[in-house]
């Protein structure tokens, strides 16, 4: 066995515990409190990063893991595991069932491979499986064609928001970036864009959109990384119409038409 496939093992192992454990949960896990950002947090993310997290120390003592509830600091180690305990805390807490555990594993801020569960859905998506991005709609060559999954508006310029509602075919709010993510990667959504994303919100799914031939963009059309104010992924000439219209606030970037990459 590769340490790529023993790392996503132990991956698929943690994730295990984490929804094991969150399956017991009684009512109390979900209340929420507010941290100092004003974002929602309950006692099921901090159960859940714990049990995850101790698993991953346990199996692989060398690689730190770096968690939202315990984070500190924006500087990554060299290589780390990246935790989002529950993306999506504000659904979970109102029974929604769109929300997961997302783990990833990262070396020089490059996510390698991820794991993305969603408990409530019954499903899991994890990269070292083959497949290509599949197409969505054969129609979706404009952005004015295209179903495009939006999340963090809160922190989002609202104008720029306000172009892509009204310049999209749909957009799709559902609360939780990895999943939108995911979205991509299954081809129920044609994009996405993720505002303000931070590195474990989006590194599994960056790693699975990637593995199967999408691009993942960041802010000035570079490769996405952790840095970036902005994510947006699709296939490539789409991604960059999306990404376009976001950074310009020009409604005509969306009204482009946009020819596919051969072989995406």
């Known amino acids: 066995m590769s ?25 109390d896990w979900s209340v929420r409190q507010f941290k100092a950002s004003g974002e929602e947090v309950t ?66 801020r490059h996510p390698r491979l991820g794991v993305i569960d969603a408990p409530a859905l019954g499903r899991r998506w994890r990269t070292g499986r083959e497949g290509r ?29 306000g172009l892509l509602q009204s310049t999209a075919y749909r957009i799709r709010m559902q609360g939780a970036m990895s999943l939108d993510l995911v979205g991509v990667a299954e081809g129920w959504l044609d994009a996405c864009v993720c505002l303000r994303p931070k590195p474990w919100d989006v590194a599994a799914g960056t790693a699975l959109v990637r593995e199967r031939g999408g691009t993942v963009l960041g802010a000035g059309g570079r490769e996405f990384a952790f840095d970036s104010p902005v994510l947006v992924a699709g296939r490539t000439a789409l991604a960059h119409a999306v990404l376009g219209l976001c950074e310009s606030g020009s409604p005509g970037a969306g009204e482009t038409a946009v020819r596919e990459d051969a072989g995406q």
């Open 43 to 108: 006692a099921a993310d901090l159960e859940v990063e714990k049990v995850v997290s101790a698993v991953l120390r346990r199996q692989a003592p060398g690689i730190p893991v770096v968690g939202e509830e315990t984070a500190r600091g924006s500087v990554l180690p060299p290589r780390c595991w990246l935790l989002d305990p529950i993306d999506g805390t504000m659904n979970f807490t109102r029974g929604a069932p769109f929300h997961a555990i997302s783990l990833a594993y990262v070396e020089e």
């Open 3 to 27: 340490e790529s496939e023993a790392l996503l093992d132990l991956a698929e192992q943690a994730v295990d515990a984490g929804i094991a454990r969150l399956a017991h949960a009684g009512e």
């Open 133 to 161: 991005l599949p197409v969505s709609s054969p129609m979706a060559r404009t952005v004015g064609e295209a179903v495009i999954g939006l999340t963090g508006t809160g922190s989002g310029d609202p104008r720029r928001v």
